[in-house]
């Protein structure tokens, strides 16, 4: 790679370190089969509940909504959906959700070794996710103390990638600048080509061997590779 040193890298969490869609996948048809049991819809509602997640989001960025209310919503449609009624408690519903997904929290296999072959460089943690979830996340995964700070839009006075200044934030927030900083991610917008507008590199985690990424920028398929990426 070239540039200046590299010297810090930042990781994304959900779908790079964690493996949120198959932990959401599991905890919402989980939900739905008890909430609705024998619906015609129910193989269809993980699908339908990943689509709605990143409007519902993007509004709590936006801050137009709180994350609270984007949960409601977000619910309220999914149900709108399947034309089954809202529960009356979006709040305690959404919970029972919450519950099923924090059981299924699990990293990739390949997360913890990437991480320890970083020995040397600083470390980061840089999500979109709220900060108290994606603390919990990382201590559930095994790497807490081992993967560097956690940095959401909230420690980052309210900017979320794709935000220029989220990763101009997150950089200084290691101690370096932009320049001096490596972010890997599974997202091809928020973490391999919104950071280049700060100067900070990125590689993209391809880990369904997609291919057709943007040119220009390192695909690697699993951590393993980014080592050697850093090595080259």
Not at 75 to 97: H, I, N, Q
Not at 121 to 132: A, E, I, K
Not at 197 to 212: I, P
Request: proline fraction near 7%.
């Amino acid at each position: 790679m070239t540039g200046p040193a590299i010297k810090g890298v930042l990781f994304d969490l959900d779908g790079t370190l964690l493996d949120h869609r198959g932990a959401a996948d599991a905890a919402i048809a989980s939900w739905a089969a008890e909430r609705y049991p024998g619906h015609p819809r129910l193989a269809e509602v993980p699908a339908l509940w990943a689509a709605l997640e990143e409007p519902y989001l993007a509004m709590w960025h936006a801050g137009r909504c709180t994350m609270d209310e984007q949960r409601r919503l977000r619910l309220s449609a999914l149900c709108a959906e399947l034309d089954v009624p809202a529960p009356g408690d979006l709040d305690a519903a959404y919970e029972e959700f919450v519950v099923r997904y924090r059981r299924s929290w699990r990293a990739f296999p390949d997360a913890a070794d990437a991480v320890a072959e970083l020995a040397g460089f600083t470390l980061g943690v840089l999500t979109n996710g709220g900060q108290r979830v994606q603390e919990a996340k990382v201590r559930a995964i095994g790497l807490e103390g081992k993967v560097g700070p956690v940095l959401t839009g909230e420690v980052l006075a309210g900017c979320f990638k794709p935000k220029p200044e989220a990763y101009a934030r997150a950089a200084a927030a290691l101690g370096l600048a932009p320049q001096e900083v490596l972010l890997v991610g599974d997202d091809v917008v928020k973490d391999v080509t919104a950071p280049a507008a700060t100067g900070m590199r990125s590689v993209w985690l391809d880990r369904l061997n997609a291919g057709g990424g943007p040119e220009g920028f390192p695909r690697i398929t699993s951590l393993a590779g980014l080592a050697p990426l850093l090595r080259s």
